[in-house]
C-alpha cells in the first residue's frame, strides 16, 4: 500500500524572507507537499516560489488572497483539496499589524485585526480539523504563531497584542477539542525575527537582548515548527512555545 503524501497549508508567504516562505522550504525539504497563501505579493512572487519549492521534489501551489474576507477560509480550503489534496499540516502563520496606541485605536483598526488574527486563525482551524475528521488521514498537525503577549507588554500595539493573545487562549482549549481524533494544536513565539519589518535601527536597538549575539531568523522558526508537525512531535499539544533564542525583555 502507497503511503498518502503529506501535504501542508501555510498562510502568509508573501516573500523570499519572511517566515512563511521559510516554512514553506523547510517543510518542502522534508518531501511534504505545500499549499502557501499570500497577499499584497509581487506579481512573479507566486510562480516563482512554487518552481523554488518544486526544486525539492514536492507539488507547491500558492495562492493569493485577502484573509480578512469572511469566506477565506473556506475559499482557501476548497481551492487545497482541488489543487492537491487534504492537507494534514496547516500553519496559520499571516498576521495583520499596525501601531495602535490608546490614542489612535479604533473600530476601523480593531475589525481588521481581529478578521486575520483571529477570524482567519479560527476558520481555518475549525475547517481543517472538519475535513481530517471526515478523512481516513490518521493524524494531523496545527501550529498558530504568537508574539509572545503574555510575556510582557508592547505599548503602541494594543489591536495586535489583544488579538494575537487570543489565539494562545484558543490553541489551548482547541488542542483539547481535537486530541480524541488525532490533531494536535501548539502555537509557537518566534520572538523579534529578522525578517520583512526589520530595519537596521531596530536591529541595532535588538541585538544586545540577545544572549547568542544574533537575532532570530526565519529558520529558527521553520525548524521548531519541522519538528512539531514531525512523528517527533506527536505528543505535544495544546502548548504555547517560546523559541526566543533567551530575549531578554526588560
Known sequence: MTEQPQIALVTGASSCRDIGAAICRTLAA???DVFF???QADRDWIPSFEAELATFGVRARGFLIDLADS???ATVHQ???ETLGQPSILINNAAHSTQTDYLSLDAAALDTHYAVNIRSTLLLSVEFARQLQASPLLSGRIINMT???ERGPMPGELAYVATKGAISAFTQTFAQEVAPFGVTVNAVNPGPTDSTWMTDEIRSALLPKFPFGRI???NDVARLI?????GEGAWI?????HSEGGFIRQ
Not at 499539544?237 to 512555545?241: D, F, M, R, S, V
Open 216 to 218: 532570530g531568523t526565519p
Open 79 to 81: 481551492t487545497v483539496v
Open 226 to 230: 519541522s519538528f512539531l508537525v514531525s
Open 30 to 32: 522534508r518531501g511534504i
Open 147 to 149: 508574539s509572545g503577549q
Open 71 to 73: 469566506s477565506a477560509a
Open 237 to 241: 499539544t495544546g502548548q504555547i512555545l
Open 37 to 39: 497563501t499570500a497577499w
